[in-house]
C-alpha cells in the first residue's frame, strides 16, 4: 500500500509544495508531506525527478487541448487580420501607383507641349537672327552707299571747285595781263 501513496505525480507534488515553503525536499520531509510511502520508492522518484525538470504548475492535457484550440484561433484571427492589413495596403499602394501613372502621363504631355513651345522658340529666334543678320548687312550697305555717295558729291564738289579755280586763275591771269598791257 506505501507504493500507492508515493506515485510519481504525488511525490512532484510534495517537492513543489515543500520548495514553495522553503522547505528542502528530502526524502523524510516528502512521506511527511504525503502521508507515507516507502523511502526507496520516494528516493527512486526524486531522482528521476533530478534528472527531469520539476513542472510545479503542470497543465492537464484537455487545458493544453482548449489553449491550444484558443491558441489556433487567435493564430488564424491574427493572419486574417494581417491578410486584410496587406490587402489595404496592396490597394492603397496601387491607387497610389495609379495616381503617380496619371500624374506622370500629365507631366509627359505637358512636357511634349514645352518642347514643341521651345522648338517653336527656337525657330523664332532662328529667323529673327536671320533678320537681324539680314538688317545688319543692308545697314552696313546703307553705310557704304551713303558714304560712296558723299565721297563722290565730295569728289565732285571737289572737281567742280577745282574747274571754277581753274578758270577763275585763268581769269585773273587773263586780267592781269591785260592790266600789265594796259600799263604799257
Known amino acids: 500500500m506505501s507504493n500507492e501513496i508515493a506515485t510519481l505525480e504525488r511525490v512532484r507534488d510534495a517537492v513543489a509544495a ?9 526524502a523524510e520531509n516528502v512521506i511527511k508531506r504525503i502521508g507515507g510511502g516507502s523511502k526507496s520508492t520516494v528516493i527512486g522518484h526524486l531522482r528521476v525527478l533530478r534528472t527531469k525538470p520539476v513542472e510545479p504548475d503542470a497543465v492537464p ?13 487567435i493564430y488564424q484571427a491574427g ?22 501613372d496619371v500624374e506622370l502621363q500629365d507631366l509627359a504631355v505637358e512636357n511634349a507641349r514645352l518642347e514643341n513651345e521651345l522648338s517653336g522658340l527656337r525657330a523664332a529666334h532662328e529667323t529673327q537672327t536671320g533678320e537681324c543678320e539680314d538688317l545688319r548687312r543692308r545697314l ?10 558723299r565721297s563722290e558729291a ?9 574747274t571754277t579755280i581753274a578758270r577763275l586763275e585763268a581769269l585773273l591771269s587773263d586780267a592781269t595781263e591785260a592790266l600789265q598791257g594796259k600799263k604799257k
Open 79 to 100: 493572419v486574417k487580420a494581417e491578410g486584410e492589413r496587406l490587402r489595404s495596403l496592396s490597394e492603397r499602394l496601387s491607387l497610389l501607383l495609379e495616381e503617380q
Open 140 to 149: 552696313l550697305e546703307a553705310d557704304q552707299q551713303l558714304r560712296l555717295s
Open 154 to 162: 565730295d569728289l565732285e564738289r571737289n572737281e567742280r571747285s577745282e
Open 18 to 26: 515543500l520548495r514553495q515553503s522553503g522547505i528542502q525536499a528530502t
Open 61 to 73: 492535457p484537455a487545458v493544453v487541448e482548449l489553449a491550444r484550440s484558443a491558441l489556433a484561433e
